[in-house]
Nanobody, 125 residues
């Protein structure tokens, strides 16, 4: 059974940092693509950062490039999202997701089969 357990969300002020963690189990961590997504109220879910297992490329949303870093710890079966210089527009519910994707953009939410429960990130000005 695939399990994704997220932690690290919370509230910060503009310019602050958070590190999100997603502990995983129940699937071939080395072979499946894992990513971070977010959804703000009234907006569609968007891919924030992900590592494609098919081509080994890490992709980011344009809005977070240079501020967010995706990391995958193969020894701990855990993925991280280091978020620096947070802005109010980063406020959203953040999700970890995984799936056996092919050669496709790993930032597309519909490509994933398994999702974590989500956690709130709030950035105040």
């Amino acid at each position: 059974q695939v399990q994704l357990v997220e932690s690290g969300g919370g509230s910060v002020q503009t310019g602050g940092s958070l590190r999100l963690s997603c502990e995983t189990s129940g699937f071939m961590f080395d072979d499946w693509t894992t990513g971070w997504f977010r959804q703000a109220p009234g907006k569609e879910r968007e891919g924030v950062g992900c590592l494609s297992s098919s081509d080994g490329i890490t992709r980011y949303a344009d809005s977070v490039k240079g501020r967010f870093t995706f990391a995958k710890d193969f020894g701990k079966n855990t993925v991280y999202l280091q978020m620096n210089d947070l802005q109010p527009e980063d406020t959203a519910v953040y999700y970890c997701a995984t799936g056996l994707l092919g050669y496709t953009d790993c930032r597309i939410p519909s490509e994933y089969d398994h999702w974590g429960q989500g956690m709130q990130v709030t950035v105040s000005s």
